[in-house]
């Protein structure tokens, strides 16, 4: 028996050193990696894509894993863009590094998102769609006639100031069009002898115009005119609110 000891000893030393690096090196660098290799896969076949993705990435390039987790974060993007999750679609998207069609795609929806809530008259909606839309994208050039078209129903509904705040959202580029609108709904007051109304609009247009002289210069005789044909029908009230805007 005292002549097993030692070799019991040595056996016991061989277990512990090959248990130790089993649990240590073994498992931890071939089977785990292995394991989680077949997990993620099967994360993505019942489309839990982002989870996948992560997973996917946390394997260090094992086998074709970095591959398969930027295609992962791409159908995570395709779920999101689907379910009508844009900014997460983007996130997916930029991920997996998704081709200049999938982002096509979002800034197009991007762009229909925020033309809708345009027709509602939803200015913080409508812009908040439109800072998704990526730079350099082709929509851009049409935002300014989705807010104009909300332009001119806030006017026509006398919410001026609401009105304002959607021309601010506009480009330097619309600005002439934009004094062009505020003059004709200037107009448009001054025939409803609303001359409140109609000032606030021709400061608009003033405020806009490329030209300012020019523009004060055609508000005075629009002013005049809408005060002679007020005198002519004998509203003398009006008229004399007519000619205080121009210091007559």
Known sequence: MRKLLP??????????????????????????????????????????????????????????????????????????????????ARTFYLKGGAGEDALASLDAAYYRQGVQAYAANDRASAENSFSGISAGSRYLGLLDQARLGCVRRLVESGELEAAEKVCACCTKASAAEISALWMDSGRVKVEEKDAEAASYCFARAVAYSENGDAALQSISLIWRAAAQRAEAAGDAEFAAKCRERIGE
């Open 7 to 88: 070799l019991l000893i040595i056996l016991g030393a061989i277990l512990l050193a090959a248990a130790g690096a089993f649990l240590f090196w073994i498992y931890p660098a071939k089977i785990r990696p292995a394991q989680e290799y077949n997990r993620a896969a099967s994360l993505e076949k019942e489309g839990d894509y982002v989870l996948a993705a992560l997973t996917f990435e946390s394997l260090g390039g094992l086998k074709d894993s970095g591959a398969r987790a930027k295609a992962a974060w791409v159908k995570a993007g395709d779920a999101a863009y689907e379910a009508g999750e844009l900014a997460r």
